[in-house]
């Protein structure tokens, strides 16, 4: 194993931690890029390595369970298997490709290997049946072996309150020749260049153009070209939508006529709730007329862009 040692990760803050991941391509970013991640695009990694600022992403109850779960995880690892793991306590990188990080969660003492540690839910335990590894995950593995020359990654799960599974992946070449091919393209030809990957309808994407293309000028006219085939699909989702929207309305008030003043009702299946909401908003129509001069203080301008489409017959 060839461990070439960017940084050491021993008593290192998490701000810190954070401006490092911006220097490259980790792991967990490789699932994305290859669009394998069900959570996150690559647009959503795009936006986190080019702002400049590192933001920290919401913590929320997983990534908590996740983060402290992983001595546990490691120690059923070695219970189960008889092997023994360090921590590596560094982020490394690919010579050949610096651009290319891994601050992997164990290594395997005795072998030219490593351990990915993972916990899940109840409700994602068929993402791991019959020998499944989800194929994030495996890419991740496949991106430590690529920085580490390893020859073989282990990924150990926890399916919360029901089992522990574990797998060895065996390196690849193939497909590591194809994820450093992936990550050096999405490197060079969108984050050095600062250019945004291909449109993918996610939020992110959505936020990254209001960044690049916040302010329209009303000077500026240009002719559309290639695009009437496409925008000829956007009318026909449009209409998809409405209908679906009143079919599903339509099944919402026949169940509110069953239901009358009833607060809850539940069936086998379903338990559908409808209940009173009391909430207090600002008339500011009233404000605006009554107290002029409060409101210009309390008025907030923000501006934005509003994309329409009309068919020219």
């Given at each position: 194993?060839?461990?070439?040692?960017?940084?050491?990760?021993?008593?290192m803050?998490?701000?810190?931690?954070?401006?490092?991941?911006?220097?490259?391509i980790?792991?967990?970013?490789?699932?994305?890029?290859?669009?394998?991640?069900?959570?996150?695009?690559?647009?959503?990694?795009?936006?986190?390595?080019?702002?400049?600022?590192?933001?920290?992403?919401?913590?929320?109850?997983?990534?908590?369970?996740?983060?402290?779960?992983?001595e546990?995880v490691?120690?059923?690892?070695?219970?189960?298997?008889?092997?023994?793991?360090?921590?590596?306590?560094a982020?490394?990188?690919k010579?050949?490709?610096?651009?290319?990080?891994?601050?992997?969660?164990?290594?395997?003492?005795?072998?030219?290997a490593?351990l990915?540690?993972?916990?899940?839910?109840a409700y994602?335990?068929?993402?791991w049946?019959?020998?499944?590894?989800p194929?994030?995950?495996?890419?991740?593995?496949?991106?430590?072996?690529?920085?580490t020359?390893?020859?073989?990654?282990?990924?150990?799960?926890?399916?919360?309150?029901?089992?522990?599974?574990?797998?060895?992946?065996?390196?690849d070449?193939?497909?590591?020749?194809?994820?450093?091919?992936?990550?050096?393209?999405?490197?060079?030809?969108?984050?050095?260049?600062?250019?945004?990957?291909?449109?993918?309808?996610?939020?992110?994407?959505?936020?990254?153009?209001?960044?690049?293309?916040?302010?329209?000028?009303p000077?500026?006219?240009?002719?559309?070209?290639g695009?009437?085939?496409?925008?000829?699909?956007?009318?026909?989702?449009?209409?998809?939508?409405?209908?679906?929207?009143?079919?599903?309305k339509?099944?919402?008030?026949?169940?509110?006529i069953?239901?009358?003043?009833?607060?809850?009702?539940?069936?086998?299946?379903?338990?559908?709730?409808?209940?009173?909401?009391?909430?207090?908003?600002?008339?500011?129509?009233?404000?605006?007329?009554?107290?002029?001069?409060v409101?210009?203080?309390?008025?907030?301008?923000?501006?934005?862009?509003r994309?329409?489409?009309k068919?020219i017959?």
């Open positions: 194993m060839k461990l070439n040692k960017l940084v050491s990760t021993l008593d803050d998490h701000e810190t931690w954070l401006q490092y991941r911006k220097k490259g980790g792991g967990s970013d490789a699932g994305s890029i290859c669009g394998l991640n069900p959570y996150s695009t690559a647009i959503s990694v795009f936006q986190d390595k080019t702002q400049l600022q590192a933001e920290e992403k919401a913590d929320n109850e997983a990534m908590r369970q996740g983060r402290d779960l992983e546990y490691a120690r059923r690892f070695t219970e189960e298997t008889g092997k023994k793991v360090r921590r590596a306590n982020i490394f990188y010579e050949e490709q610096p651009f290319m990080l891994a601050n992997v969660d164990r290594l395997i003492v005795g072998e030219n490593g990915e540690c993972k916990t899940a839910s994602s335990a068929d993402k049946k019959d020998g499944h590894i194929e994030s995950y495996e890419i991740q593995c496949h991106h430590y072996m690529a920085v020359g390893a020859d073989a990654w282990y990924i150990a799960c926890v399916i919360l309150g029901k089992e522990f599974i574990w797998h060895k992946i065996e390196r070449e193939e497909v590591i020749q194809m994820l450093i091919r992936l990550e050096a393209e999405f490197w060079n030809d969108h984050v050095l260049a600062n250019k945004m990957p291909a449109p993918d309808g996610s939020k992110a994407a959505e936020e990254l153009l209001a960044k690049y293309y916040g302010s329209s000028d000077e500026k006219t240009i002719s559309l070209v695009f009437d085939e496409k925008l000829k699909r956007r009318a026909e989702i449009a209409a998809l939508q409405d209908k679906l929207d009143q079919e599903k339509q099944i919402e008030q026949e169940v509110k069953y239901m009358e003043d009833a607060e809850r009702a539940d069936s086998d299946s379903f338990s559908v709730s409808w209940k009173s909401v009391v909430s207090n908003r600002v008339d500011s129509k009233k404000l605006k007329a009554d107290y002029p001069d409101y210009q203080k309390c008025v907030k301008t923000s501006e934005s862009r994309f329409t489409v068919e017959a």
